[in-house]
């Protein structure tokens, strides 16, 4: 998988997520990646529809938390939906957000073990044979699938030093998060490679875009965005890498008062420019080189919330 893709977060009501998947396959769009996120619309059953309606398109079922689904049912709903459309489907892990997580009163113990567990699982049930697994978290015991052996890829979305290491060693791709700056896809793509990867290893990264003939424009359509994502403590290496100073608490506090505009403050021009890829479709364009330039194999473009929004930036993309 190469190239350009979109993501979709879940929150498009069931016509406007059609009318953007209809404007990304006019445009040769490659995948479309379905965000889990709790509380929005489902991924699995969304993949299934648009895989019937946009022959021509690739779904990435991503990021499917173990500590949300077991990872018995995470392998059956991609094998499953493979089975149905062979080679279109691939299948992205991870822990979860944590403000999702936390929503649902869901903890996320031991995220390491139990993400290496589930790999394991994923893959072993995929390859259509009787599995036996004992680990600390699961076990299955003399199952397979019915669907038989699924080529499914799997992803691991990864942000810390042991997790980025743990994609490399195991999985069949990485992906960063959404807010990546270049200077810390770069940081992240060195600990990935450290590990060692194969040749076919995929190096995928989010990147919030907006294309517009007017800067200030396109800025502002991702500020928001960008302080519900950078106020996480996961991303302060990203911020630091980038040489930016984010008041991460202050952000956090704006959010859970409910004052977006006060959130969105806090995103300087400077961040903008670091942690997205928004402008003119010049700059969009070089943004997305410097990306490509660190070693991303697959830009998967988010934010786009209309049909046009998701014309313009794939047009500059393929520009």
Known sequence: MSGISISFDGRDPA??????????????????????????REPIATAGVLLSRFPGINIVLVALSPYVLHPVYIAMAAATLNEFFPGRVSLCLGVGAPADLASAGITAPAPLGTMRETLSLCRALFS???VRIEGERYQVRDQSLSTGPQDVPILLAASGPKMLRLAGAEADGVVLSAGTSVEFAGWSLAQVEAAGVSATFQRHAFVYAAVAPDT?????????????????????????????DLDREAVSRAIADGD????????????????????????????????????????????????????????????
């Open 15 to 40: 016509a406007d997520a059609l009318a953007k998947a209809e404007a990304a396959a006019h445009r040769g769009t490659e995948s479309i990646w379905l965000a889990c996120h709790l509380f929005q």
């Open 128 to 130: 259509g044979e009787t």
């Open 260 to 319: 977006m505009v006060r959130a969105e403050s806090y995103i300087s021009d400077r961040i903008v420019e670091c942690h997205a890829a928004a402008g003119t479709p010049q700059t969009f364009r070089a943004r997305l080189g410097a990306y490509r330039a660190v070693g991303i194999d697959n830009l998967v473009l988010a934010s786009m919330r209309t049909p046009e929004q998701v014309d313009a930036v794939v047009t500059a993309a393929s520009g």
């Open 216 to 244: 200030r424009a396109a800025y502002d359509r991702v500020r928001r965005l960008l302080a519900i994502v950078l106020r996480g403590e996961h991303h302060a290496r990203n911020l630091e890498c980038a040489g930016n």
